[in-house]
């Protein structure tokens, strides 16, 4: 397929592309970039050669530089930058090569490309032949231009390896991420740390004035009770909704019982809604046992007042609520009436 007729099938599929080359790929930017129309499209691309600039677009320095986990992790940032809510497709791609230079690599002169899109991530990788000079390392480019370019606009072109779930362990390794930009582990322990869990599909002002005013960490468990599990894509496209937010990932851990297991000593904001179902008996949990073990980790609930029904309702409102270790908030009324569950019917 030609490159006139690859960039046309890119324009005809309507996505929103974002791309970051390091190593090599900074051509495929000059060749879109020079397509009439190519904004429809294309949101952005970048090139951060030096490693620190690689850092910063990630959030966090990667084990190697040019490797294939890079790549992944490259595309899986790309596609953040790309997604918009109820926007059209994103598609990310992350490029990261050793090629030619002035003198002769030890190791293979290799690329790899990851594209990341809503079903899921696929996997690039080639040996280039080594060489040494400015003739090389223009044919080096040259390739890697080609094959970013195939992976972007026909990766049925190319031997692509579906790497989804490997996506997924690499995003885990560095699961929380703050509202300055860096990606770090999680807490070894909940002691001082004010938690609010919850799907946040999507978030609207009242998660994101509880978060403020608390100075809350966003928690969303990769398997939810009651709801399907989330997969790595999902994950990225909530990371973006709640930007600006500290916010962090977690598995394994669906009840509220399980998060203040792992995080003893944490605070939960939760909704009275959640504070209500979570001290009825006929969801087949012995409550008191459940409040005695909270207390014994140093649990704590601040719980909001929420619109119920069309009333407002708040922690005084629940018979039987253990006030020893739970603290009612406020919102004001202006944030008490959203609902994801209503924005997401809207969506559709």
């Known amino acids: 397929m030609t490159t006139q007729l690859q960039i046309t099938k890119l324009l005809a599929a309507k996505n929103r592309c974002y791309l970051v080359c390091t190593g090599s790929g900074a051509g495929l930017q000059k060749i879109l970039w020079e397509v009439p129309g190519i904004s429809a499209v294309l949101v952005g691309a970048e090139f951060p050669y030096a490693p620190e600039a690689t850092d910063r677009f990630l959030g966090f320095k990667p084990a190697k530089y040019c490797s294939e986990d890079t790549a992944i992790l490259l595309a899986l940032e790309a596609y953040s930058r790309a997604f918009i809510l109820n926007g059209p497709e994103a598609i990310g791609i992350g490029l990261t090569a050793s090629v030619a230079s002035t003198v002769a690599h030890r190791g293979d002169h290799r690329v790899f490309i990851a594209r990341a899109e809503k079903t899921g991530v696929r ?4 040996i280039l032949p080594k060489g040494v000079g400015t003739i090389a390392r223009i044919s080096d480019g040259i390739k890697c231009d080609t094959r970013a370019l195939m992976a972007l606009t026909g990766p049925e072109q190319l031997e692509m390896t579906d790497v989804t779930e490997r996506a997924m362990k690499l995003f885990m390794e560095r699961p929380l991420f703050l509202g300055n930009g860096q990606r770090v582990e999680l807490p070894n322990e909940g002691n001082e740390l004010v938690l609010f869990p919850g799907a946040f599909n999507p978030p609207h002002e009242g998660h994101k004035w509880l978060a403020k005013t608390h100075r809350a960490i966003f928690h969303i468990t990769t398997n939810p009770p009651h709801k399907p ?15 600006g937010f500290d916010r962090m990932f977690t598995q394994d851990d669906p009840l509220y019982l399980d998060k203040a297991r792992r995080f003893p000593g944490a605070a939960f904001i939760v909704g009275v809604d959640a504070m209500e179902r979570m001290l009825d008996p006929k969801w087949g949990v012995a409550v008191e046992p459940l409040l005695n073990e909270f207390r014994a980790l140093g649990t704590t609930f601040l719980v909001s007042d929420r619109e119920m029904n069309g009333v407002f309702t708040g ?5 039987g609520a253990p006030l020893d270790i739970c603290e009612a908030l406020h919102p004001p009324k202006t944030h008490l009436g959203f609902s994801s569950t209503a924005l997401r019917s809207r969506r559709r």
């Open 229 to 243: 599990a989330l997969n790595v894509i999902e994950l990225v496209e909530r990371a973006k909704l709640l930007e």
């Open 315 to 319: 922690l005084q409102n629940i018979v």
């Open 123 to 126: 996997l690039f990788s080639e």
